[in-house]
């Protein structure tokens, strides 16, 4: 929104269950401003990503997703991706500018809620899903669910905002 472009992003991202035939039973969760992509389960793999401060830790929303839980596994597919300019594997100022080999720092661009959103649209693309059942978070994560169904209504059958307001971007 800021009229600055990256060359090239990376984003991390998790997905839970199976993607049916007909690809229309993704859920994309959203986290808030301390989240990342790492919403279910543990992290096998959390020392050999570096990402140390998961180990014996479950995902942020790990009651809520999962087979035989409200977001059910065993019938809906679930990604969750970490946001533009996310700490978290996502292209943020610690990564590297492949125009200058040097970290972004403070060049990275200001982000909004609704870069973050058209990121997330993307990487939807990405998966070949039309069409999301439905956007779901909390917080921050309810103005990207909100942000959703006004950029790309078209994009997802419902949305689920929690403890949210409209972002000002």
Same mark, same amino acid.
């Given at each position: +929104?800021?009229?600055?472009?990256?060359?090239?992003? #990376?984003?991390?991202?998790?997905?839970?269950?199976?993607?049916?035939?007909?690809?229309?039973?993704?859920?994309?969760?959203?986290?808030?401003?301390?989240?990342?992509?790492?919403?279910?389960?543990?992290?096998?793999?959390? +020392?050999?990503?570096? %990402?140390?401060? %998961?180990?014996?830790?479950?995902?942020?929303?790990?009651?809520?997703?999962?087979?035989?839980?409200?977001?059910?596994?065993? #019938?809906?597919?679930?990604?969750?991706?970490?946001?533009?300019?996310?700490?978290?594997?996502?292209?943020?100022?610690?990564?590297?500018?492949?125009?200058?080999?040097?970290?972004?720092?403070?060049?990275?661009?200001?982000?909004?809620?609704?870069?973050?959103? %058209?990121?997330? +649209?993307?990487?939807?693309?990405?998966?070949?899903?039309?069409?999301?059942?439905?956007?779901?978070?909390?917080?921050?994560?309810?103005? #990207?669910?909100? +942000?959703?169904?006004?950029?790309?209504?078209?994009?997802?059958?419902?949305?689920?905002?929690?403890?949210?307001?409209?972002?000002?971007?």
């Amino acid at each position: +929104e800021c009229g600055s472009e990256l060359p090239y992003v #990376q984003v991390e991202y998790e997905t839970y269950g199976t993607l049916s035939p007909e690809k229309d039973n993704a859920i994309l969760v959203l986290h808030a401003l301390s989240g990342d992509a790492h919403a279910a389960g543990h992290d096998a793999d959390c +020392e050999k990503t570096g %990402r140390i401060w %998961r180990k014996g830790k479950a995902g942020w929303w790990d009651d809520f997703i999962g087979p035989g839980k409200p977001i059910d596994t065993s #019938q809906y597919f679930v990604i969750c991706s970490n946001v533009l300019g996310s700490c978290y594997g996502t292209t943020g100022p610690t990564s590297i500018n492949p125009l200058t080999n040097q970290p972004y720092r403070l060049t990275f661009p200001l982000v909004t809620v609704s870069d973050w959103v %058209r990121l997330q +649209e993307r990487l939807i693309t990405h998966l070949g899903i039309e069409r999301l059942l439905a956007t779901i978070g909390g917080s921050l994560g309810g103005q #990207q669910s909100l +942000e959703w169904s006004l950029a790309f209504p078209d994009r997802l059958k419902g949305a689920i905002i929690l403890a949210a307001a409209p972002s000002l971007s």
